[in-house]
């Protein structure tokens, strides 16, 4: 069974650019989240799906960052414009919501370089 | 704030010996926990969770919770250079699906 995906793996920026990170989530799992995990700390959630409905955005700094998932499958994640401290390591992770104790399985992240 | 403590570390332990780490939480509605183990530049994966009090036993693996002091360990019998990771413990609570982390402790198995 594949894991989750994302990509790019990695990405540089120049400060007020746009960027965009893509998740697809195991096959099956409806709910999916993006994390952000600074060096040296824990991941920290932005969002959580549950098919295609956002149930917890409230640390999604919403004047920059914004997400989708359409279709309840694969989502995306953009920021418009990043900014020097958005460079940290933007991880997916999905989970079955009919799973008893809702393990979350993480994709191999998208390092972000914003100069 | 809910918050999830643990000793950055490192914990460093010679190979063959147990290492322990060890988790606190804050949120009393926290209902199952979670260890990830994290190699450096790698992302989180899954080794064990736990939901009752006790011990859960998964190979050199053990979990330990105690919801009445609010505190987790995940015990690792005959460590391995291999185990030297960074360990995240994880909080989740009732239905939300929400994982509070630690910031992680780091484990070196020295040969």
């Known amino acids: 069974e594949a894991g989750v995906v994302q990509s790019p793996r990695y990405k540089i920026i120049e400060k007020k650019q746009p960027v965009a990170f893509w998740c697809n989530p195991i096959s099956g799992h409806n709910t999916l989240y993006w994390y952000l995990q600074n060096l040296g700390q824990g991941p920290e959630l932005l969002i959580r799906?549950?098919?295609?409905?956002?149930?917890?955005d409230s640390q999604l700094p919403k004047d920059r960052f914004s997400a989708e998932r359409l279709k309840g499958v694969d989502s995306t994640l953009k920021i418009q414009p990043a900014e020097l401290g958005d460079s940290a390591v933007y991880l997916c992770?999905?989970?079955?919501?009919?799973?008893?104790?809702?393990?979350?399985?993480f994709g191999p992240g998208t390092r972000l370089t914003v100069l | 704030q809910k918050e999830v403590e643990q000793n950055s570390g490192p914990l460093s332990v010679p190979e063959g010996a147990i290492a322990s780490l060890n988790c606190t939480y804050s949120d009393r509605g926290s209902q199952s926990f979670f260890w990830y183990r994290q190699y450096s530049g790698k992302s989180p994966e899954l080794i064990m969770f736990?939901?009752?009090?006790g011990d859960k036993e998964d190979g050199r693996f053990t979990a330990q919770l105690n919801k009445a002091s609010q505190y987790v360990s995940l015990l690792i019998r005959d460590s391995q250079p291999s185990d030297s990771a960074t360990y995240l413990c994880?909080?989740?609570?009732?239905?939300?699906?929400?994982?509070?982390f630690g910031q992680g402790t780091t484990l070196q198995v020295k040969p």
């Open positions: 799906y549950e098919n295609e409905e956002a149930v917890d």
């Open positions: 992770a999905s989970s079955n919501q009919g799973a008893a104790f809702n393990e979350q399985f």
């Open positions: 736990i939901y009752s009090n």
């Open positions: 994880a909080a989740s609570s009732g239905n939300t699906g929400k994982l509070i």
